[in-house]
């Protein structure tokens, strides 16, 4: 079965621009989360959605925005892109939104904001 | 917003060794994570710890959850180069869906 899969795996934007990043989870998962890791840091919560609806967001500015369709599957959207939002941008999906649920991560899209 | 301790920041050891590495907060979690990731990949779940105090064992590995739920630790005996990694702890605060990590150890260990 195939694991949490990320597009792009790498992107480079500039200062200002907009980006989307996408996440399909493994199959029969409904709960998808962000993370944004940045070089020598822990990952650092963004968002979670479950059954299509946002079920928590972390301390990050309303640029960045997310959704989740019927399928399951999840785009991550930063507006107005800044320097500091250079980073790996991680995608975890479980089958449910439980404490005990166990995460799979995907690989990441590496952005680079110049 | 709870805080997770991570110590040391980087270990390099020799193979064969020992070592220890801490996850410490002054908040308390629900339970705790131990997730190992390599350069280019997303972190990879290694053990999940719930009761204070419990002890598990993964292979060479064990990891304790303090008895107040606060902290806990990762030991690894004789080292091998596949240790090599980051290794971060993550704790979920009840009623909550997110996990906090620390900011990592990063694990080399020379042949």
């Known amino acids: 079965d195939a694991g949490v899969t990320q597009s792009p795996t790498h992107l480079i934007k500039t200062r200002g621009q907009q980006v989307t990043l996408r996440c399909s989870p493994i199959?029969?998962?409904?709960?998808v989360s962000w993370y944004q890791q940045v070089l020598g840091q822990g990952p650092q919560f963004i968002f979670q959605?479950?059954?299509?609806?946002?079920?928590g967001r972390g301390n990050f500015p309303d640029r960045f925005s997310a959704r989740q369709f019927p399928n399951y599957s999840s785009e991550l959207n930063v507006n107005a892109l800044l320097l500091g939002d250079s980073a790996l941008y991680l995608c975890?999906?479980?089958?449910?939104?439980?404490?005990?649920?166990?995460?799979?991560f995907g690989s990441g899209t590496q952005l680079s904001v110049l | 917003t709870q805080l997770l301790e991570q110590s040391p920041q980087f270990l390099s050891i020799q193979e064969g060794e020992n070592l220890t590495v801490y996850c410490n907060s002054s908040?308390?979690?629900?339970?705790l994570q131990w997730y190992r990731q390599e350069p280019g990949e997303g972190p990879v779940l290694l053990v999940t710890?719930?009761?204070?105090?419990e002890v598990k064992k993964l292979k060479r590995l064990t990891f304790q959850f303090g008895d107040a739920r606060k902290d806990s630790s990762l030991h690894i005996t004789a080292a091998q180069p596949g240790d090599t990694g980051l290794y971060l702890c993550?704790?979920?605060?009840?009623?909550?869906?997110?996990?906090?990590f620390g900011k990592g150890t990063k694990l080399s260990v020379i042949p």
């Open positions: 975890a999906s479980s089958k449910g939104q439980g404490a005990d649920e166990k995460l799979f």
């Open positions: 199959s029969g998962h409904k709960s």
């Open positions: 959605y479950y059954e299509k609806e946002e079920r």
């Open positions: 908040s308390v979690f629900s339970s």
């Open positions: 710890v719930v009761t204070g105090g």
């Open positions: 993550a704790g979920e605060e009840a009623g909550s869906y997110q996990l906090t």
